[in-house]
């Protein structure tokens, strides 16, 4: 079954840090670029990071970069993303998204998404 | 910073076509991605690179784009339509989402 599954959410203070980690299955995920995209209750889909297929390129959203980290592990079929610094304004729901490309096009499978509150 | 503007909502009659656009500087120069979302659900990608239809997306879902603007067109609309529609587009090294427009079947 072709998915992509997150975990590591909670809650945590201001300033704080928290590892995601997104388990794919289903497909040959060394193949893929990889994201990160959260969504704040009632708003849209921000993409906050991307990996390329071996790792070899990492981009990030002006809202995270310093503070967040995208990792991938192929051995073990897992996109990480390591959040540090965290504000009131990361509470989201994290999902993790397999992108068509080795590079950057569309996000073609998501997860189901895993709650981050930062809250004191 | 570069942005996608779509209208937050969009009302459509059973087995009539709705049209949701998508407007940013130079969009017909990128490629223009769409993605349904349904309350409590992820994302799903309805339309690729323009045009195209990921596998298992009905025909009745279609885009184009050119100029300043991207269409999501949905041609016979059904109750299953109902979702909210996000345009997104890469700007350089950014991904950049439109605010979404909530399609209603009325």
């Known amino acids: 079954q072709v998915q992509l599954v997150e975990s590591g959410g909670g809650v945590v203070r201001p300033g704080g840090s928290l590892r995601l980690s997104c388990a794919a299955s289903g497909f040959t995920f060394g193949y893929y670029a990889m994201h990160w995209v959260r969504q704040a209750p009632g708003k849209g889909p921000e993409w906050l990071a991307f990996?390329?297929?071996?790792?070899?390129?990492?981009y990030y959203a002006a809202s995270v970069k310093g503070r967040f980290t995208i990792s991938r592990d192929d051995s073990k079929n897992t996109l990480y993303l390591q959040m540090n610094s965290l504000r009131s304004d990361d509470t989201a729901v994290y999902f993790c998204s397999k992108d068509r490309s080795r590079n950057r096009l569309a996000f073609d499978l998501w997860g189901q998404g895993t709650m981050v509150a930062v809250s004191a | 910073s570069y942005e996608l503007t779509q209208p937050p909502s969009v009302s459509v009659s059973p087995g009539q076509t709705a049209s949701i656009t998508c407007s940013g500087n130079?969009?017909?120069?990128?490629?223009t991605h769409w993605y349904q979302q349904k309350p409590g659900q992820s994302p799903v990608l309805v339309i690729y690179?323009?045009?195209r239809r990921p596998s298992g997306i009905p025909e009745r879902i279609s885009g184009s784009n050119s100029g300043n603007a991207a269409t999501l067109t949905i041609s016979g609309t059904q109750a299953v339509d109902e979702a909210v529609y996000y345009c997104?587009?890469?700007?350089?090294?950014?991904?950049?989402f439109g605010g979404g427009t909530k399609l209603t079947v009325l």
């Open positions: 990996i390329r297929y071996d790792g070899s390129d990492k």
């Open positions: 130079n969009l017909g120069d990128k490629y």
């Open positions: 997104q587009a890469w700007d350089s090294l950014t991904a950049v």
């Open positions: 690179q323009d045009n």
